[in-house]
């Protein structure tokens, strides 16, 4: 396809804010409040001091690594609906590490536990893709059924053998001991070394997709994987090695939001981040340029939210609504363009 011009991009966006904005303010305006108001609240919830801003970027980071990862699988065709269930059990396999190591020094425990987050994600996004190239079975499907898993499993060690001492409640195992918390500076509501971290992935997998033989390969078998062979390349195994990278990173976003948010493993661990990341690289269209942007908008999004309940009695839902409004803006406008160049 033929890339767009800065034109068409400024065009493309313009309509789809402007298609975005229409539906939400019409959905809010049924509930008997002001749009204005609504965006007016968001907007100073989410960037209104650097407390909420630190917290946007506490949403920001999980968010950005789980959509990195899919790049991977949807530059080479896979729909990676597992992302859900890899975060679940980056979160499992960090908390084993602590629980396991308790009382090692945090030097050893923290490492430990990020490796045992990425082994975890990327093993179980592997076994998706295991079920798609060895057994045929659809990745969606596959991805599915294992996020159904994953949440089955989580909830099992919370209420069986991890439990709090004597109760099993919904606010999950016992807090980590605070030197396993994941480092951050004193007066920094967000961690800097795991923002750092992040952006080294961004970078990372922008030099990667772009440069290297493994970015070649995802893009020459996702274009044509019949044509694939005749370069040499086996599509299962850049499939399957896709799908372990993609669940390392969603597991390391799971690790974060054990050891750096909750300090603790929750049933609600993931929040919904592995879903929520496929419509960021829907709206990115599978770029890697939009994803932080991107991202940062949808992580300002959840965080203003939270001010509609307070400030105008409304349902903090009202974030979902807007973000699936613009994923169906970005999908028109992307359809219409596309009807129009192949009638043109």
């Not at 001091?49 to 970027?57: C, N, R, T």
């Not at 080479?76 to 396991?100: D, K, S």
């Not at 669940?247 to 993931?270: C, D, E, F, M, T």
């Not at 105008?312 to 973000?323: C, K, N, P």
Request: glycine share 12%.
């Amino acid at each position: 396809m033929k890339p767009q011009s800065f034109r068409q991009t400024l065009q493309h966006l313009f309509w789809t804010l402007a298609l975005a904005l229409g539906l939400s303010s019409a959905v809010v305006a049924l509930s008997g409040a002001s749009p204005w108001d609504a965006y007016r609240h968001i907007l100073f919830g989410s960037l209104g001091s650097w407390q909420k801003l630190a917290q946007v970027f506490r949403v920001w980071i999980p968010l950005t690594l789980c959509s990195l990862g899919l790049l991977y699988t949807f530059q080479i065709g896979l729909w990676n609906i597992g992302a859900e269930g890899q975060v679940v059990l980056g979160a499992v396999g960090a908390t084993a590490m602590v629980r396991w190591f308790n009382g090692a020094p945090p030097e050893l425990v923290l490492p430990a536990a990020l490796l045992g987050a990425g082994l975890c994600g990327g093993f179980w996004a592997l076994g998706a893709g295991l079920l798609k190239t060895r057994a045929g079975v659809n990745e969606i499907f596959a991805g599915l059924g294992l996020n159904f898993v994953a949440t089955g499993l989580l909830l099992w060690l919370i209420f069986g053998p991890w439990k709090q001492p004597g109760i099993a409640s919904m606010s999950g195992t016992e807090t980590f001991p605070e030197a396993y918390w994941f480092p951050g500076l004193a007066g920094w509501a967000v961690s800097p070394y795991a923002l750092g971290a992040t952006l080294a992935f961004m970078g990372l997998t922008a030099w990667i997709l772009k440069t290297t033989r493994l970015g070649l390969a995802l893009k020459a078998i996702g274009r044509n994987p019949q044509a694939s062979y005749l370069l040499g390349l086996s599509p299962w195994r850049w499939m399957l090695l896709a799908m372990l990278v993609a669940g390392g990173l969603a597991g390391l976003a799971g690790a974060y939001q054990a050891l750096a948010v909750y300090h603790r493993l929750i049933p609600n661990i993931s929040s919904q981040y592995g879903y929520l990341a496929l419509l960021v690289v829907m709206l990115a269209d599978e770029r890697w340029q939009p994803i932080p942007v991107i991202c940062f908008f949808f992580a300002a999004l959840n965080v203003g939210s939270i001010q509609l309940p307070m400030m105008l009695r409304m349902d903090s839902s009202l974030a979902g609504v807007i973000q699936g409004s613009l994923v169906l803006s970005a999908l028109a406008v992307q359809g219409l363009t596309s009807k129009r160049r192949n009638t043109s």
